[in-house]
């Protein structure tokens, strides 16, 4: 059979076309994307909440360490020299404890002859007396005139003056050699010594001093907005250079601020300490009562140039990174004052690790907390 030409050509051209489309199909097949895979999870993680309580409240200051009172004992006698000393800087000492002495040859001298003074006094005022007894009792006999009896009491009234005069002098002569005796003033720590072994010294000059009692306070340094929230009888704790911590009693606020520096202090009485020296500088904190807390374990807050965040996990699982602000710490917790809300489902560790919009699988506890 005989096919006419055009017939057969345009069979041919169809037979191309077909060819030139299944490869164009093959190609695009090839060519054509696998689907995406699911996503993957960043990480596994456990969900909590923020939990409500009741912490206190603090009120974080510094300030120097000083002593509660300090005493100054000085020389009460001048021009004496110091024959001895028995105290020195950090001694515990007693109400009464000698503390040094000042030469008292020539005290001694003086108060042997104030004894001798009073004892010649009081022989005259004996004369004086026996004489006016006498011519008192011969005064109605004539025997001697008036004026002569007059006389012997007059004599009797000058020798007793006399005699009081000279007591007089042996109470300030033995005062002025007891203060060869310089002693404690009150228990404390002998906080500095002046006194020098063979100095003479003047009336007034201070040889020693203590700290009463041993007792040392914290003198906090506050704005007028925190003193504001002061009152005596508050505790509070410091801690020293080398870790230990001191607790006190706030036994007095300022009444006024400095007009240099805008501050207060506030004296918090310290317990005795080992280690508490004054003028150490120490930073401490204030209690002021407990106050409702929003926390969060402190392994949820995730601290990034300067900032601290938190992840909350989304119903996709999705996470979305908050920035909150933080408060107090207690017992590896830490306050959430804003930021986030009470009822939002939190990363609990491992936030350093996401970051906003990752995808996490949750844990056996976190699907629970969910």
Excluded: C
């Excluded at 041919?12 to 695009?28: C, E, F, R």
């Excluded at 001895?84 to 001298?109: F, M």
């Amino acid at each position: 059979m005989k096919y006419p030409i055009r017939t057969i050509a345009l069979a041919v051209a169809l037979l191309g076309m077909a060819g030139g489309l299944a490869a164009l199909l093959s190609k695009q097949a090839q060519a054509a994307p696998a689907a995406a895979p699911a996503e993957q999870a960043a990480l596994t993680v456990e969900l909590v909440q923020p939990s409500q309580a009741r912490w206190p409240q603090t009120l974080q200051a510094s300030g120097a360490l000083a002593p509660w009172q300090e005493a100054s004992i000085s020389a009460e006698t001048g021009g004496l020299r110091i024959v001895a000393l028995h105290a020195d800087v950090g001694s515990q000492v007693k109400r009464g404890q000698l503390l040094a002495e000042l030469a008292s040859a020539t005290l001694g001298a003086e108060l042997r002859q104030a004894e001798a003074n009073v004892a010649q006094a009081r022989a005259s005022l004996q004369e004086a007396q026996a004489n006016a007894r006498r011519g008192e009792a011969v005064r109605e006999s004539g025997a001697l005139s008036n004026q002569q009896i007059e006389q012997y009491q007059l004599s009797a009234a000058s020798a007793e003056a006399s005699l009081a005069a000279s007591e007089a002098a042996l109470a300030s002569a033995r005062i002025k050699l007891a203060q060869t005796r310089i002693v404690a003033v009150d228990d404390g720590v002998v906080s500095s010594r002046s006194a020098v072994l063979g100095a003479v010294v003047s009336s007034g000059t201070e040889l020693f001093r203590l700290v009463r009692q041993g007792k040392l306070e914290w003198q906090a340094e506050l704005s007028a907005e925190q003193l504001a929230r002061l009152k005596p009888g508050l505790h509070g704790q410091i801690s020293l250079p080398g870790g230990d911590t001191v607790r006190g009693t706030l036994r007095l606020v300022a009444p006024t601020l400095s007009s240099n520096t805008r501050h207060a202090l506030a004296y918090l009485a310290l317990e005795a300490h080992p280690k508490a020296r004054a003028g150490m500088y120490a930073r401490g904190s204030i209690a002021l009562g407990e106050q409702a807390a929003l926390t969060v374990p402190s392994s949820a807050v995730t601290v990034r140039d300067g900032h601290s965040y938190v992840f909350e996990v989304d119903a996709q699982g999705k996470v979305i990174q908050r920035q909150v602000q933080t408060g107090r710490s207690q017992d590896s917790r830490i306050e959430i004052v804003s930021g986030v809300a009470a009822k939002a489902h939190l990363v609990r560790s491992g936030g350093a690790f996401l970051s906003d919009g990752d995808t996490v699988r949750l844990a056996a506890a976190g699907k629970e907390a969910a």
